[in-house]
């Protein structure tokens, strides 16, 4: 079954930048999508098809895919931003969906 | 505005089952599948399973086979998910979440319910 790769723990200080990546075999060849969960709270998705953002979901919140790594980027990061951050996918192989393991992003 | 609305908790023995409901509003329910995707505690989010609202077409994770039904009652805009033979490590949070297409993004969540699985 296809596996999404994601980094542990991401730490950042405020008004930097995170990147935070999502790993998998061709994930170039995917439509990756990207959700943020704060404690206690339903996923939100903050990027759809690798780079779109929904409505509300601030410009800082950018996104890239190529090869084997996708990559969701968030400028300028505010307090606010703390949350869990998982990359999912369609596993055309498989007809399954697929989330990666999840990354903790902390804003020191 | 779009809304998905879940049954509420559920506290459930070993081997017995749970049904969860998920209730839309806002938007045409045939228009977008729904999906469910669980999340134990502590830990990351798990695919379940898919409904082609329009068809009842499902897809089922292949860990759960067997043991997952996704229905829908499209009268009520309601979508639900069975769970059965249920054990300790089912205890999670449930969600359900609407998407345009099996490839496309999760856009819109139910606020989750907890099933507890405890004898």
């Known amino acids: 079954s296809y596996v999404l790769t994601q980094p542990p723990s991401v730490s950042v200080a405020p008004g930097k930048t995170a990147r935070i990546t999502c790993g998998g075999n061709?994930?170039?060849?995917?439509?990756v999508h990207w959700y943020q969960q704060r404690p206690g709270q339903a996923p939100v998705l903050v990027i759809y098809?690798?780079?779109a953002r929904p409505s509300g979901i601030p410009e800082r919140f950018s996104g890239s895919n190529s090869g084997n790594t996708a990559t969701l980027t968030i400028s300028r990061v505010e307090a606010g931003d703390e949350a869990d951050y998982y990359c999912q996918v369609w596993d055309s192989s498989s007809d399954h969906v697929v989330f990666g393991g999840g990354t903790k992003l902390t804003v020191l | 505005q779009v809304q998905l609305v879940q049954s509420g908790g559920e506290v459930k023995k070993p081997g017995a089952s749970v049904k969860v409901s998920c209730k839309a509003s806002?938007?045409?329910?045939?228009?977008?599948?729904i999906s469910w995707v669980r999340q134990a505690p502590g830990q990351g989010l798990e695919w379940m399973a898919w409904?082609?609202?329009?068809?009842?077409?499902?897809n089922y994770a292949q860990k759960l086979q067997g043991r997952v039904t996704m229905t829908t009652d499209t009268s009520t805009s309601t979508a639900y998910m069975e769970l059965r033979s249920l054990r300790s490590d089912d205890t999670a949070v449930y969600y359900c979440?609407?998407?345009?297409?099996?490839?496309?993004?999760?856009?819109?969540w139910g606020q989750g319910t907890l099933v507890t699985v405890s004898s």
């Open positions: 098809y690798d780079s």
């Open positions: 806002g938007y045409i329910f045939t228009s977008h599948g």
């Open positions: 409904i082609r609202t329009y068809d009842g077409n499902t």
């Open positions: 979440a609407r998407a345009r297409g099996v490839t496309t993004g999760f856009d819109y």
């Open positions: 061709n994930i170039g060849d995917k439509s």
